[in-house]
């Protein structure tokens, strides 16, 4: 009886190895579940790799090289390229025309947007026709986008000309006039980005309590008091996400460029991308092509940031 209590194990040792034992335990249901989260973003973690980090890492090395038509290295220059491009008459051509074409994209784009959203979120019969039709372009691609654009640009048979000459005002050369070429290519982005704005726009709409609407109407507040006063500060965090979103894909914009105009006339609709596109792939200059590339992107990110420093401190949150 005596031997037996003597060789029973202490309490304290049970305890302990029972945590021991609860922990690798825990250690390993805690790997498995890690690992299997872990193997459910591989593609992700894979394409994201390939296509968008692969690249960046590519693009700052090549930025450092002179670069033959074949896009093998030539000759190490280090910031020669920054220094050619800064340097350039181009490049500042470029950055300007980019800033108009920014300028001329990104408040007209949100006003549409917030117009049709404001007439489609009202009670009328028949919106969801409207809303239907006002979410339309999302669903055409930009090439889809740009040949309907372009027959309504055409000279002579373009529908924009027709009604003009029904005004008695003189035909328009929409796209081989510098005047008005950034302008036209301006207004058919607007119509093309219409849509997602119109639904995000909608959405923040619908996401406002009815009892704000009732309360501005028992104060006596007219419709635009209640636009100013409530929908505008409680629709901020989404003027505010389409402004950052708006902003960074104007910079990216390329296909209706390259589609419409090619860059003419005389330089008028060559954005950032599409002078970047002619640097490397037409002129097969990778190395300064890379350069601009990587300009492009700390452009925006410090836009992105001046944005998110700024203005955010207006955004009122709910």
Known sequence: MNTTVRNAPAPAAVTARSYKSAYRRGLTASLKEHALAYLFLAPSIVIFGLFLLYPLVKSVYLSFFLTDPRGNIAAYVGLDNFRQLLGSAQFWNSLEVT??????????????GLIMAALAHSRLKGMRLFQ??????????????????????????????????????????????????LVS?????????SGFNFI??????????????????????????????????????????????????????????????????AGSTEVFVYSIYKEAFVNYQFGTGSAMAIILFLLILALTLIQFTILEKKVHYQ
Request: zero cysteines; charged letters at 10%.
């Open 99 to 112: 800033g108009k074409f920014v300028l001329l994209t990104v408040p007209g784009g949100l006003a549409l």
């Open 132 to 181: 239907f039709i006002f979410s339309l372009p999302l669903a055409v691609s930009v090439s889809t986008s740009a040949v309907i654009w372009m027959m309504l640009f055409h000279p002579t048979l373009g529908m924009f000309n027709y009604f003009l000459d029904l005004a008695g005002l003189p035909a328009v050369q929409w796209l081989t006039d510098s005047r008005w070429a």
């Open 185 to 193: 290519i301006s207004v058919m982005t607007i119509w093309m980005n």
């Open 200 to 265: 995000v726009l909608l959405s923040g709409l619908q996401g406002i309590p009815e009892d704000m609407y009732d309360s501005a109407k028992v104060d006596g507040a007219g419709p635009i008091r209640t636009f100013i006063r409530i929908i505008l500060p409680l629709l901020s965090p989404t003027l505010f996400f389409l402004l950052i979103v708006s902003v960074i894909g104007s910079f990216q914009a390329f296909g209706q460029m390259h589609i419409l105009t090619k860059g003419g006339p």
